[in-house]
């Protein structure tokens, strides 16, 4: 049974995206995704699920971070959470009494409207994850009055539910990943899989960005998602995540990340996993196995002088 450390503690969005993707694994909750990854790193747990982006305020910037410089781990799974909100509190409290609501950055966003519209004067400070939130404001003397997370921590810390639903929209999707340290076998490829990325320029010049797109461009492989990241150098300096169709078994995809190493500074690879959405590439004329693997042999032949 893997034993998985996930953004604790117990009731948060993340430990139900990890129920989902492995209902067997042994769960140790982490007061940080930092800390979970760290403990995936570490050997205390076989792997951590983390979340990375959701579909309203785009990236969890730490998971990212973590991904581009923290010791490799890659991606073997993924998961979309629909992720629906509630404003908690201690019974015997009312709306008009909350001064201070306390709940992760990523739920202090989705509920911006909410807040604005019944909570206009209250303070709402950041808290580790949103299960942390409703554990805080369980405890007698908290200097909060209510949290924002989902209903199940209001069961679990005892809290009543004031509001629910409240984000400000009803199909918000978080997408959560599984990790694990390096050296097993990448998933097999299903025919409908991810891979991500992450590319750092060998040098600042026109047209990088371009160079690094075509790569993908013409061996018809289809982003899903790219996001650039300060390196911490100064202004201006970026580097850059992807996110597209296909294995790394796949010869366009094995033959777009070639191209990147040799043109780009490093590439790091973060996995090739299945879609958690099963979409299926529709792969062009000209870039299937079968015709990169044509091509070579097309290509040998001549090298072999049979023109
Ligand atoms: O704090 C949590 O419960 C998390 O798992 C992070 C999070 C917060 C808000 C939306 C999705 C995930």
Known sequence: MPRLAYLGPEGTFTEEALRLLDPAAERLPCATVSAALAAARGGEADG????????????????????????????????????????????????????????????????????????????????????????????????????IAARIAGEHYGLVELAGDIGDRTDTVTRFVKVARPGRPLPEPTGADRTTLVVFLADDHPGALLEMLTEFSVRGVNLTRIESRPTGDGIGRYFFHFDFEGHIADARVGEAISGLHRVCGEVRFLGSYPRADGVVPRVKRGTTDEEFTEAGDWLARIRAGQV
Do not use: M
Request: hydrophobic content about 45%; overall charge negative.
């Open 48 to 147: 951590a699920v983390v979340p990375l982006e959701n579909s309203v305020e785009g990236a969890i910037t730490t998971t990212l971070d973590e991904f581009a410089w923290g010791e490799p781990l890659l991606i073997d799974a993924e998961l979309l959470l629909p992720v629906r909100f509630s404003l908690l509190a201690r019974p015997g409290t009312e709306i008009p009494h909350i001064k201070r609501v306390y709940t992760h950055p990523a739920a202090i966003t989705q509920c911006r409207a909410f807040l604005s519209r019944e909570l206009p004067d209250a303070v709402v400070v950041a808290a580790p994850s949103t299960a942390a939130a409703a554990q805080e404001v369980s405890l007698p003397g908290s200097p909060y009055d209510a949290a």
